[in-house]
């Protein structure tokens, strides 16, 4: 069975650049999570979505970050402008709301470095 | 306001013996608790989770025990073997599906 996929898998661009992370989650998942892996930080959310209504996007750091969800099957997260600090490891995570109690799954991520 | 921790950066155990990692947390209303593994450059894995109507889940060598009063979880390991060796992360969430909130996580390393 496919798992959460997430392209690209790394990301190296200049500050002041647009970058757009991709995801895909799995079949049928109808709750799709993007998070943010740092040093500093852990592992935090960034914003979810509930049958590709954004639920909770009280992680998104500022006005730069944007996530779209247009279908089931496909989400986005935008940085624009990008900055030095945004550098980090995004994941995405879907689950099946349709039964209680089940476990996110997620994708290998993307390693974005901002220079 | 860290509402999930797990205090213990590292752990180092020898190959078959038993591994426990610690997991505690703040939130009252907390009612399900996970617990994913973590390779590098991979994602976290799911690994066991625990309602808060229980408290103990066990699947195969992994068993969860969840202290409610002490606000306490704990994943036991037994036995332990080489290929357990990861980052260990605890997560809470409140009500089922909603938000994650992850602890920092934990380096377990089993020496052969």
């Known amino acids: 069975d496919a798992g959460v996929i997430q392209s690209p898998r790394h990301e190296v661009t200049e500050m002041g650049q647009e970058v757009t992370l991709r995801c895909k989650p799995i079949?049928?998942?109808?709750?799709l999570f993007w998070y943010r892996q740092t040093m500093m930080r852990g592992l935090e959310l960034l914003i979810y979505f509930n049958n590709n209504v954004p639920i909770d996007d009280s992680g998104m750091p500022e006005d730069r970050f944007s996530a779209k969800m247009p279908n089931a099957s496909f989400s986005t997260l935008k940085i624009q402008p990008s900055e030095p600090r945004d550098s980090a490891v995004y994941f995405c995570?879907?689950?099946?709301?349709?039964?209680?109690?089940?476990?996110?799954?997620f994708g290998d991520g993307t390693r974005l470095s901002i220079l | 306001d860290q509402q999930v921790k797990q205090n213990s950066p590292s752990l180092s155990v020898q190959e078959g013996r038993i591994s426990i990692l610690n997991c505690d947390y703040t939130n009252s209303m907390f009612d399900y608790f996970l617990w994913y593994k973590k390779y590098p450059a991979e994602g976290p894995t799911f690994l066991i989770s625990i309602s808060s109507i229980k408290d103990k889940n066990e699947d195969g060598r992994f068993t969860v025990f969840l202290n409610k009063s002490a606000k306490h979880l704990s994943l036991h390991i037994v036995p332990s073997q080489p290929g357990d060796s990861a980052v260990y992360f605890c997560a809470a969430s409140g009500t089922s599906g909603s938000r994650l909130t992850f602890g920092e996580g934990t380096q377990l390393t089993v020496n052969p």
């Open positions: 995570a879907s689950s099946s709301q349709d039964h209680s109690n089940q476990p996110q799954h």
């Open positions: 079949s049928g998942h109808n709750s």
